[in-house]
């Protein structure tokens, strides 16, 4: 069974501080997606990365693929109150299309 | 353009009742997943359907059965409800089978008393 493990768990902050998340497994992904949920809502899509040692940038949020396509993080820059959330990775597989394996998430809080 | 919508929005069921959820994907989008998210976990993946035809099943039991639409719209249906299935249930579209971008709907929040 191929998991995705979330760290921190839970991660309170407050406005303006940076921090990081992290995505790690044993298994290697053809693509991570990174989303963000609000509660009662789906997720919504943020970022893709798809090559060893990719970064993406989105804004104040700055995406890394591993080297190995085992794991990812997502750095946030001066965090603000709208970047709560819960931050959920997704790893695709080649060939499983869009059976994602999905992390548990890290819950996000941003306090002003 | 309107994102994947789900009806209903919410549904309150009794143990041992049946249940139909709705999905519309992104205009466009041939291939629909379904994944069920419990509270405080990450969502796990039931089906995904393309062209009318089943492309893969997560691990569920029977009860669960889906079905995709000519028109690409997509059906979830779990019998016999157990306390268990209460979830959010998520519907997510995408282009093609095997493209691994995929735009999610707001869910449907089942709960099974």
């Known amino acids: 069974t191929q998991l995705l493990e979330q760290s921190p768990q839970f991660l309170s902050i407050q406005e303006g501080e940076n921090l990081t998340v992290y995505c790690n497994s044993s298994?290697?992904?053809?693509?991570l997606q990174w989303y963000r949920q609000e509660p009662g809502e789906g997720p919504v899509l943020l970022v893709t990365v798809v090559t060893g040692g990719e970064v993406k940038k989105l804004k104040r949020l700055t995406f890394q693929f591993g080297d190995a396509r085992k794991d990812s993080s997502l750095h946030i820059t001066a965090a603000q109150p709208g970047d709560t959330g819960l931050y959920l990775c997704?790893?695709?597989?080649?060939?499983?299309?869009?059976?994602?394996?999905f992390g548990p998430g890290t819950r996000l809080s941003v306090l002003p | 353009d309107a994102g994947v919508t789900q009806s209903p929005t919410h549904l309150i069921k009794t143990r041992g009742q049946h249940v139909t959820l709705r999905c519309s994907p992104i205009s466009g989008h041939k291939s629909v997943s379904w994944y069920q998210q419990v509270l405080g976990q990450g969502p796990q993946f039931i089906f995904q359907?393309?062209?009318?035809?089943?492309?893969g099943r997560g691990n569920f039991p029977d009860r669960f059965s889906a079905r995709q639409f000519p028109n690409y719209s997509s059906e979830l249906n779990v019998n016999a409800l157990l306390l268990g299935d209460s979830a959010l249930y998520l519907c997510?579209?995408?282009?093609?089978?095997?493209?691994?971008?995929?735009?999610f709907g707001q869910g449907t929040r089942l709960t099974v008393v």
């Open positions: 298994s290697v992904f053809s693509s």
């Open positions: 997510a579209s995408s282009w093609t089978a095997l493209n691994t971008e995929a735009f």
């Open positions: 997704a790893g695709a597989r080649k060939n499983y299309g869009q059976n994602f394996v």
């Open positions: 359907y393309y062209e009318k035809e089943e492309r």
